[in-house]
C-alpha cells in the first residue's frame, strides 16, 4: 500500500508555493531560487528589490495597510480589493487547495484512528476506552501485556509498566496483526503531521500576500526620498522557508523574513 510520507507532502506543498510565486512575479525583477537536496531538506527563497514609499495614491486604486490586513485574514483579498484581481485569484486558489486538504487530511486521518482502534480490540483484546497516546504506541511493541512489562523491569524503567488487569490488558492473536496494527498507527500519525504543515503553508501564504501588497505600494507609488537608483537597487526584502529533519527536534520548518533599507 502507498504511504504519503510528511516529507513528501512538505515537498509538494513546498513546490506548489513555488509555481504560486512565479506565476505572482511573472515578468517581474524578482529572484525565485528552490533547492532542493533531498527528501529531507530544502529551501525557499524570495528576494525582491523595493522602491521608495510615498505619500501618493498607487494607479489602481489606494492601497495601503488595510490591504496588509486584508491579505493577512484571507491571502489574496488584499489584491482583489486592490483592482489585482489575476494576482488574488492565485492566493485565493492555493489558500482553497490548502484548506481542502486541511480538512481531507483531518477526516482521514480520523478514519485511520478508528480502524486501528478497532483492530487493536479484535486482535489483541484492548478495552480501547480512556488511554493515553502512549499506550497505543506500547502495545504495538509486544506481543501482550506481560512481556512488556518484563521488558521495562529489566530496563529499570518502572514508571513505564502497567497495571495488569483488564483494563490496560492486551494479547496479540499473531505477530503479523501487531505489526499491521503498528503500520496502521504510524500512518495515521503521519497524515496527522501533514496536517501541521497544510497549517504552516497557510501562515506562509498570508505572508507572502502580504508581502506582495507591500510590494504592490512600493512599485505603483512614486520616488519622493530622492534617493538615486543605484541607492534604491540595493535595498531589498528577503523571505526564506526551508525544511530538515533534526534528530532531536524531528521535522524542522522555519521561516525567516528581512527586509534591508
Known amino acids: 500500500m502507498f504511504k504519503l510520507k ?22 517581474d525583477d524578482r529572484n525565485i531560487s528552490r533547492q532542493i537536496t533531498d527528501d529531507r531538506e530544502f529551501s525557499l527563497s524570495l528576494e525582491t528589490p523595493l522602491e521608495e514609499d510615498s505619500m501618493e495614491e498607487a494607479s489602481k486604486g489606494s492601497i495601503g495597510s488595510k490591504n496588509i ?13 486592490a483592482g489585482e484581481k489575476g494576482r488574488a485569484k492565485i492566493f485565493m486558489s492555493f489558500e482553497l487547495g490548502l484548506w481542502a486538504s486541511y480538512f481531507g487530511i483531518r477526516e482521514y486521518a480520523n478514519v485511520l484512528e478508528r480502524d486501528y482502534l478497532t483492530f487493536a480490540a479484535v ?9 493515553a497516546k502512549q499506550y497505543w504506541i506500547d502495545i504495538g511493541n509486544a506481543a501482550n501485556i506481560y512481556d512488556f512489562n518484563e521488558k521495562r523491569r529489566i530496563d529499570r524503567n518502572l ?11 492486551w494479547q496479540w ?9 503498528s503500520d496502521l498507527r504510524e500512518k495515521q500519525d503521519s497524515w496527522k503531521q501533514i496536517g501541521t504543515f497544510v497549517v504552516g503553508g497557510m501562515i506562509l501564504n498570508r505572508i507572502v500576500s502580504a508581502i506582495d501588497i507591500v510590494r504592490l505600494v512600493r512599485k505603483n507609488k512614486k520616488d519622493s526620498s530622492g534617493r538615486s537608483e543605484s541607492e ?25 523574513f528581512t527586509w534591508q533599507f
Do not use: M
Open 69 to 81: 490586513l486584508l491579505s493577512l485574514v484571507l491571502p489574496g483579498l488584499g489584491e482583489w480589493v
Open 123 to 131: 486482535h489483541a483484546g484492548v478495552n480501547t476506552r480512556g488511554k
Open 232 to 256: 534604491q537597487d540595493r535595498r531589498y526584502s528577503y523571505l526564506h522557508w526551508s525544511y530538515h529533519q533534526s534528530r532531536l527536534l524531528g521535522d524542522v520548518v522555519q521561516l525567516n
Open 173 to 181: 492473536d499473531s505477530e503479523g496483526n501487531r505489526i499491521e496494527y
Open 6 to 27: 510528511p516529507q513528501i507532502f512538505v515537498i509538494i506543498l513546498f513546490v506548489s508555493l513555488s509555481v504560486c510565486l512565479n506565476f505572482v512575479y511573472a515578468g
Open 159 to 169: 514508571e513505564a509498566t502497567y497495571p495488569e488487569t483488564k483494563k490496560y490488558f
